[in-house]
C-alpha cells in the first residue's frame, strides 16, 4: 500500500549478500561495505538486484554453466534438468543451497546468508588500522539495511565502540520514528538517494511513491544537518532527464543542502538481474557519454547551488 513501510523483515533475521572489503566508493577513505538483503523498492534499474528480495535465493548463470551435471542428483524438487547447460526452473527451486555446494564453476550461488553479529565483527574489524589511516570505516548498503532495525542498531552500536565511522546507503523508505530513535544515534554519515521528485514517475520505475521518501529527508535535514548527503543515480532515460534534475536540485536547495552527487550509470548490471530472474525490460547498453554526464551536472548543480 502507497506510503506505508514494510517492517515484516525487522522480525526475520536479515541476510546479507555480500561483505566487500577495500571498497572505495561507498563513503570516504577505505570502507568495507556490507550489503543487505531485501528492498522495500525495486527499481526497474536496480544495480544490486540480487538484494532486491529479503529471502534466500539461487543464482543461475548459464554461460559459466559447463554442463557437468554435479548438481541435478541433488535437487529433491527436480528445478534443474538436463540441456546444452542446465535448465534451471525457478519455480520448483525452494533455495535449499545444496546444487550450489556443489557447483564447480559458481554458475550456480547461494544469494544471501546469515551472518551472527559476532561472526561479523571481526571481518569489519580486519581492516581497522586501513579505515584509521584512511578516515575510512564501514559502510552499510544493500538492499536496504534499515529494513532490519534490531539488528543493525545492534552492529552500528558496536562499531562506535570500537572507534568505527559508519555510513549507511539508504533509499530512503523507512519509519523515520525507528531511524530517528535507533540507528541515527550510532550513524556518522547518511548516502541519501532521491531519483525522482515526480510521484507517478517515482512509483513507476520504483514500485512505490516517493512520499514518505521526501518526508524523511526533509526531517533529517534538520535533526541530521551536515550528515546527509543526497545522491542521485544517473539512469538513462529515467532520472537522468533534465528536467528532473533540475528539479531535484532546486528541491535539495530549498531544504538547505550545499552538497550532493550525482551517481554514474554502470551498464553491468543487466546480468545479475538476469542470474535471478528479475529482467525488468528496461535496457540501456553502454555508459552515458561525457556529453550527455556533462549536460546532468550543469541541470542538477545549477539548480543546487543557484
Ligand atoms: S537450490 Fe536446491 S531446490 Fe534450488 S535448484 Fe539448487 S538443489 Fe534444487
Ligand atoms: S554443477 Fe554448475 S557447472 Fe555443473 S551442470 Fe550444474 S550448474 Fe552447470
Given at each position: 500500500m502507497p506510503g506505508i513501510v514494510d517492517t515484516a523483515p525487522e522480525r526475520r533475521r536479515p541476510l546479507i549478500v555480500d561483505v566487500r572489503p577495500n571498497s572505495l566508493d561507498d563513503g570516504p577513505g577505505i570502507r568495507t561495505t556490507v550489503f543487505f538483503k531485501g528492498c522495500p523498492l525495486a527499481c526497474v534499474w536496480c544495480h544490486n538486484p540480487e538484494a532486491i528480495r529479503s529471502g534466500p535465493e539461487i543464482a543461475f548463470l548459464e554461460k559459466d554453466c559447463i554442463a557437468c551435471g554435479e548438481c541435478m542428483p541433488v535437487c529433491v524438487p527436480k528445478a534443474l534438468g538436463r540441456g546444452p547447460a542446465v535448465a534451471f526452473d525457478r519455480a520448483l527451486c525452494n533455495s535449499c543451497g545444496a546444487?550450489?555446494?556443489?557447483?564447480?564453476?559458481?554458475?550456480?550461488?547461494?544469494?544471501?546468508?546469515?551472518?551472527?553479529?559476532?561472526?561479523?565483527?571481526?571481518?569489519?574489524?580486519?581492516?581497522?588500522?586501513f579505515y584509521r589511516n584512511s578516515g575510512g570505516g564501514v559502510t552499510l548498503s544493500g538492499g536496504e539495511a534499515t529494513m532490519f532495525p534490531r539488528y543493525v542498531e545492534e552492529l552500528l552500536r558496536r562499531l562506535k565502540e570500537a572507534g568505527i565511522h559508519?555510513?549507511?546507503?539508504?533509499?530512503?523508505?523507512?519509519?523515520?520514528?525507528?531511524?530517528?530513535?535507533r540507528l541515527l544515534p550510532h550513524l556518522d554519515q547518511i548516502y541519501y538517494d532521491v531519483k525522482f521528485i515526480d510521484e507517478a514517475l517515482h512509483e513507476r520505475y520504483t514500485g512505490r511513491p516517493n512520499r514518505v521518501i521526501l518526508q524523511n529527508l526533509e526531517a533529517l535535514a534538520g535533526l541530521a544537518p551536515g550528515r546527509v548527503l543526497p545522491r542521485v543515480p544517473l539512469i538513462p532515460g529515467l532520472t537522468a532527464d533534465l528536467d528532473n534534475l533540475r528539479a531535484i536540485g532546486g528541491y535539495l536547495r530549498h531544504l538547505g543542502f550545499a552538497e550532493a552527487r550525482l551517481l554514474p550509470y554502470n551498464p553491468l548490471w543487466a546480468e545479475k538481474a538476469v542470474s535471478v530472474g528479475r529482467e525488468s525490460g528496461y535496457r540501456h547498453e553502454g555508459w552515458l557519454s561525457r556529453e550527455e554526464q556533462a549536460a546532468c551536472e550543469s541541470a542538477f548543480f545549477g539548480a543546487l547551488c543557484g
Open positions: 546444487c550450489a555446494e556443489l557447483c564447480p564453476t559458481g554458475a550456480l550461488k547461494q544469494v544471501g546468508r546469515y551472518w551472527e553479529i559476532d561472526e561479523l565483527l571481526p571481518h569489519l574489524l580486519r581492516d581497522l588500522p559508519t555510513l549507511v546507503e539508504t533509499c530512503g523508505l523507512f519509519r523515520l520514528e525507528t531511524f530517528r530513535e
